[in-house]
Nanobody, 114 residues
Framework: VQLQASGGGLVQAGGSLRLSCAASGSISSPNVMAWYRQAPGNQRELAAS???????NYADSVKGRFTISRDNAKNTVYLRMNSLKPEDTAVYYCALHRIDKDFWGKGTQVTVSS
């Protein structure tokens, strides 16, 4: 399985970005697709996740501002990020959690300027 993320960039505080992550390869259900983030000097943390059945989960820090969605036909997961804050600055990684194995994409940088 390969994961290709895109959509990061530089945005002013209060702005929006949408991240996309396309998965290819042997993707079986059930599975969970997720976005994690890692800021400099911090551990990687879960931002949001969504099951193949559409159940979502969010970190408290992003609830109400971020929305995760997926298109199972395209094997793609999205993260819509609104009302961005400087503390959202991080490298964002997408992941696919299968029952037997976890897969990670290369990160995409999101920088929010104040």
């Amino acid at each position: 399985v390969q994961l290709q993320a895109s959509g990061g960039g530089l945005v002013q505080a209060g702005g929006s970005l949408r991240l996309s992550c396309a998965a290819s390869g042997s993707i079986s259900s059930p599975n969970v697709m997720a976005w994690y983030r890692q800021a400099p000097g911090n551990q990687r943390e879960l931002a949001a996740s969504i099951t193949s059945g559409g159940i979502t989960n969010y970190a408290d820090s992003v609830k109400g501002r971020f929305t995760i969605s997926r298109d199972n036909a395209k094997n793609t997961v999205y993260l819509r990020m609104n009302s961005l804050k400087p503390e959202d600055t991080a490298v964002y990684y997408c992941a696919l959690h299968r029952i037997d194995k976890d897969f990670w994409g290369k990160g995409t940088q999101v920088t929010v300027s104040s």
